[in-house]
DNA sequence: TGCTAGAATGGAAGCGGTTCCAATGCCATC
DNA sequence: GATGGCATTGGAACCGCTTCCATTCTAGCA
């Protein structure tokens, strides 16, 4: 059907290996047969066959994603990331969508197998102790993105910090009363997502530095979702000493407290000062004052390290540990306290 | 490294085609020797080559998705139906982001080239006449997923018909003055999405329906996106006899309509009535009125389409053609005309 | 009992690349 | 003129699977 190494070869009058010399920029050809080999390659409008060079490597030539939630903005805006940086790049690309916990077990024990992927981007996914050790014994290429875990490469933001700027910025604003509306923070039963715990290590540090005390009863949890949220901000809301200002773990969490403020008629900003987190593309519009990260940076940071990874000679390379930059911006949500 | 079928084969004591004819559930094996080879290979970890199959079979065992705009809400919904039904169909897949139309042209001119794929998704983007016949003559299996060309195999919806159910939503609720606010219709530079063209074919039947004469100045287009959709609806509501209700062709655009509302104080929906198209995510949580279309299930659908077309034994077999169930949903952004 | 059709099985060839080893030609050196 | 070394090239072997042909075995039948 399609041409192959060998028309190619047969119609440049040359041999297999040096077609496969000049598909490959080796420098063992000379600039005349090179030439020659690619008025052909052009002619024939040949291309390699990708199965062929994976089998004949033994490499899969693909890169596997492994991500909760395919669905949630944040996460569309880290896979366009990845996209944008793999393709080009020679590489295939699978995706593993995890939306229960079996399937996050079953796809963090198989990352290791050489069958699927010469390397894997894991999305907001911590592997536990038990899971870490396969994947360094089998020498697997694996970044972490949104996740940390000791020994493996990641990309990521600083939420302790992201955390206590957007509890910074409400008490700037004169707030005492500060709920803080998350995930749970432990749940070894979940998925165990670590945003919504480091943030709240910035959301107690910065009640401390005001000397504001922490009331356990400010923060709620529940599944992450604009739904969950809101019936968890409709309580907050409905309580007799109700916070004066929310900060949500996530902007689809503060859509969800959004709701809940309009549901109970609390006016946002004048009785609530709501602040998410990330920074979606639906934010903007909403007028939601929140933490940016970089979302699309971090999955295109992510398949760099990859790729530099994949490219290497050594077998070994210590882990990089890459921090994005994060920054509050205030939009027309968030307004001084008025008690 | 892993264990291979000669692996399999020696420890099982069969031979190679015996092992090979176990994992494509071929007939030609005794119910006793199946058993034990399976054993094997369970016990082995076996996992056949995804590489060596395709490149023995011929076949890349991929297929591939071209969509524009990845990000967009209803892409993304619809990339998702999509992955849900060809994961664990042992076909792997591929992604053609396309952000131009420079990409455009590039992927559907090289949809029927073997190399990348057995068979091609296509969201939203229509091939020309000079892009279906190669299509057709290369007997490649290609599934338009919310597009229509001829002779090909096609799952969306009845656009003309949804137009038209927006519109007599809007002139049932009293109103006359009614702008229609889309892409652009016809724009042959640009992607030739075509939903916008057909709905509004539905919105000038409702009005001729119901004896209201067309405006032309009250028909506004430009590019897809919210900010776009703003400055367009800012310009309506501009006008000295504003629209007392915009049609926007996505819902997207009708947030932008929205935004366009505040900026000019204009109060949704007792000023004005708004109605998007999609059912995006979003639309529930702002009370857009809209009409719903299938996303998901427009993708899971294609793919199903895809996969009885690359299961069949025929080289040829008629174009299906399925059209998917939309509905008008009424939120808070639709009320009675107050003039 | 001998013969045959059909079921079950083994393994060679081939898919299209890469890689490595052997071969060739050419030049500088002694 | 013989020798060695380098640059360049050709092609066999191999990657792991499928497929097809050849072979063996079994049961049914005359």
Chains 1, 2 share one sequence.
């Not at 490597?57 to 996460?75: D, E, M, Q, Y």
């Amino acid at each position: 059907m399609s041409a192959t190494i060998r028309d190619v070869a047969r119609k440049a009058g040359v041999g297999l290996g040096t077609v496969s010399r000049v598909l490959n920029d080796s420098p063992l050809v000379s600039s005349a047969t090179r030439q020659r080999v690619l008025n052909v390659i052009a002619e024939l409008n040949y291309m390699p066959s990708h199965a062929a060079r994976s089998l004949s490597l033994g490499k899969t030539l693909t890169v596997a994603t492994i991500a909760p939630f395919f669905t949630r903005p944040s996460v569309v805006e880290r896979l366009c990331g990845i996209e944008a940086n793999l393709t080009g790049s020679g590489y295939h690309q699978i995706f593993f969508n995890v939306e229960n916990v079996e399937r996050r077990n079953e796809c963090l024990r198989d990352v290791s197998r050489r069958e699927y992927a010469d390397g894997v981007l894991i999305i907001s996914l911590t592997p536990h102790a038990d899971e870490i050790a396969p994947i360094l014994k089998s020498h697997m290429p694996v970044v972490l993105i949104d996740a940390e875990a000791s020994g493996l490469t990641d990309v990521r933001v600083d939420n302790p910090y992201g955390g206590y700027l957007a509890t910074q910025h409400l008490i700037d604003l004169g707030h005492q009363n500060i709920a803080y509306l998350s995930d749970p923070l432990q749940d070894p039963l979940y998925f165990d997502f670590t945003s919504s715990r480091d943030r709240y290590q910035g959301y107690c540090k910065a009640l401390n530095d005001a000397d504001i005390p922490i009331r356990p009863d400010n923060h709620v949890w529940g599944l992450h979702g604009r739904y969950e949220a809101r019936c968890l901000a409709r309580n907050l809301l409905s309580r007799y000493d109700r916070p004066t200002a929310i900060f949500a773990a996530s902007d689809t969490q503060a859509m969800g407290v959004l709701e809940a403020a309009r549901d109970l008629s609390v006016r946002v900003p004048d009785e609530l000062s709501v602040i998410g987190f990330d920074d979606i593309d639906v934010a903007e519009y909403l007028g939601l004052t929140t933490i940016r990260q970089p979302l699309f940076e971090s999955g295109a940071r992510g398949v760099e390290l990859l790729l530099e990874i994949l490219g290497s000679e050594e077998s070994y390379l210590p882990p990089k540990h890459e921090m994005l930059p994060i920054e509050l911006v205030v939009r027309s949500t968030t307004a001084p306290c008025q008690e």
